[in-house]
DNA sequence: AAGACTTTTTTAAAAAATTTAAAAAGTATT
DNA sequence: AATACTTTTTAAATTTTTTAAAAAAGTCTT
């Protein structure tokens, strides 16, 4: 049996959750009996279950197959520049230790990669779960990153050697490393309001302002793995100077950490609000989660900043339509809980910047998953790059 | 025998003139033997024939294969606003007719498509080649247009049909049409400097400022075949009026028609040029090829005025770099061939508005297929859409 | 409640593709 | 010129996949 179907169909069933032999030869476009036989080899190898029957509309039941939760886990990392969070899931994407948020701050930091080992082995040994039952790590991460070289060229230096050779080495699990923004678009992809479309813009409204790409139902990823450096695009040519060192970018207009700093400078001002209180001394990163509350709740200042950056989000979405044509943008990431908000100014900019008929094709979306998006895009990472090379399936198929 | 195949290699062997079954093997991964029985019966077939051995580095010579040329042809046009050029080629991308330029002006024309008709009908007519020859016919036009539907929603009316059954209906045809920016994209992918690259930008430089995207390997039109709407992203916020009714698109900034404009205006009011003659009394459009022959002839008016223009294009360039990450991007269309006057100030604007990291990954070329590329990929266009239902095949196959 | 109809699954036979091995054709070196 | 080495072609054997038919399981209508 050729093994290359047998991953397939597992990475089918953990996005799946559970399938028929007769959807998944529509899906393969392979015929029932080679279905058949591959699925029943694998309930042989111990990977698949046999669950119950599906409803019918008229015929005999289909009996439903699924992973087997508990015979393999992920590793899931999501990272900030100044938190990172850490959780095991089993097959079929439930957490089976508690999620941890730990400090760890990456600019300026050499030491930054090998505390993330730390973390990493320190999570697993806490866990109760057997490393060998770690089918791999996945890790989202901010910077410039080649997936391919295992390499992140802003963040968590290491010398000598990649990143995903670093952490391979100190922890002894397989790591698959991409930017946060990547695994944000490949969480809606797989799991959220982007399942099964093919062409959609997800935005990471954060601390930046990501962009992950799905063309043709697949994560894309550019010539060097740096497409979708959305941030960094000049949008006005007398903006705010930018942590990039250039001026007018969009992430120095409209991030959350650009609206919690002129918050906080308005407050300062005298400008009366809500947030006199809850922003009072506070860094303005832990601003941005106080500001978007509060304009939640109705706070009128907080709603004016986050309309005056939807205005300027929705100018470069402009230009991302005109140029993708794309059927949907989801705002996700951990600005989308503000993403109501920002849809009308953000619409409104999209009447004024761009051509009516392109337009009107895509529709605006807002995330459900948030800020679970990049822990769960870091699973679907490991289980898009599963091949037959992982130890653990090699022992259970041999 | 999977007619599939055949068709495939006809495809391939059209795009790379010719071919060894080794190399053909290696490329669609199919045994030799598959290849081999396909190859014989497309030279059974009549559409095949054998070429000669090629060079070896130590061993048998490989036999080469090609497509006979006057089996078929392709009936090639490329439309613009004014005018429409239209040509025959054969299967080995020779013309066998001589390319012939005629005056149809789409803007406010409802009579567009039937006059196109009566073009494409003289035309055949007058070449001396059997209309049962003609494979199909490509064509390329300026406007939104949905490739599947076969419907230019800007250009060419046609009451209660799409415009593809109406020219089908008209000629006797079987008729392609694709958006005149993805067709240059297409020759060039094909025929031109971006051959076999995976990931490239090809700008249609022209009276606007049009982008044909090729993604991993192959032209991507988004979700409504709109994508690369690229002369009417928003650029600058105080700059000219469009004809899209906006305000600060590229277009109004820096298309070869605009900076014409702005050099008639510009010897009005007195400034000294090699220009004054030729321009006196003309259409801008005509001005525009006149602008161009005297920058390359080193007119420091022209110049300075396409430099300007440079800098604005370079500027929509660095946005485009940030989001696709494109291993090259190609200066192509008529404007082609002021493209190494044009290269110093798109580069100089890369480096102002883009991040290093990012624009030293993407190269910048220069068209050598310049105004040719429209008619080629009208051509490659009827090649990629090669398939069973074409008569011609049908017959030849059968 | 019985029979007709659907849908899924299994089985066996047929078809297709690929691999393998060997022969043929041609180069290059000694 | 002979031998060793490469590449292509041919033919046979193996493997894989598809097809078709029948069986199994179940739903729905009368």
Redesign the pocket.
């Known amino acids: ?2 093994t290359n ?1 047998k991953t397939d169909i597992l990475k089918k069933l953990y996005f799946e959750r559970e399938l ?4 998944m030869s529509a899906f393969f ?6 279905i ?1 036989k591959a699925v029943n080899e694998l309930i042989a190898d111990g990977l698949v279950a046999e669950g119950g ?1 599906a ?9 439903m197959y699924s992973i087997k939760p508990d015979e393999m886990y992920i590793l899931t990392v999501a990272m900030d520049q100044l938190s990172t969070r850490i959780g095991i899931v089993d097959m079929q994407n439930n957490y089976v230790s508690e999620i941890k948020m730990i400090e760890l701050h990456l600019l300026n930091n050499n030491d930054s990669a090998s505390q993330l080992a730390t973390i990493i082995n320190n999570y697993i040994d806490n866990s109760g779960i057997e490393r060998a039952r770690i089918l791999a790590a996945g890790i989202g991460m901010p910077g410039f990153i080649n997936v391919n070289e295992g390499v992140n060229y802003t963040h968590l230096p290491t010398e000598g050697i990649s990143l995903v050779d670093f952490l391979q080495k100190h922890t002894g699990l397989t790591i698959y490393i991409d930017n946060d923004s990547s695994l944000i678009a490949l969480s809606e992809l797989r799991f959220g309001i982007a399942k099964a479309k093919k062409n959609v813009m997800v935005i990471n409204l954060g601390w930046g302002i990501g962009l992950g790409m799905i063309v043709d139902g697949t994560l894309f990823r550019g010539h060097n793995g740096f497409a979708g450096e959305f941030s960094h695009i000049p949008l006005s040519e007398d903006g705010g100077l930018c942590t990039c060192g250039k001026q007018g970018c969009l992430e120095a207009e409209a991030s959350m950490l650009v609206v919690a700093e002129k918050a906080i400078a308005g407050i300062k001002n005298g400008r009366v609000s809500s947030l006199q209180q809850s922003l009072n001394d506070k860094e303005s990163k832990l601003a941005g989660d106080a500001l978007m509350d509060a304009a939640n709740k109705g706070d009128q200042y907080a709603i004016e900043l986050l309309t005056e950056a939807g205005f300027k989000i929705g100018k470069a979405l402009a230009i991302l339509i005109h140029i993708m044509n794309p059927e949907s943008i989801v705002l996700s990431g951990r600005g989308a809980r503000v993403g109501k908000i920002l849809s009308a100014p953000i619409q409104q900019a999209l009447i004024k910047y761009s051509i009516p008929r392109l337009a009107v094709n895509t529709e605006l979306l807002i995330s459900e998953l948030g800020f679970d998006g990049e822990l769960i895009g870091a699973a679907v990472l490991v289980m898009e790059n599963l091949n037959m090379k992982s130890k653990i399936i090699q022992a259970a198929v041999a």
Do not use: T, Y
């Not at 409803?55 to 009996?63: A, I, K, L, N």
């Open positions: 049996m050729k179907l028929s032999c007769n959807e476009k392979k015929s029932i009996p080679v058949s029957l409803p019918s509309s008229g015929g005999r039941r289909p009996v």
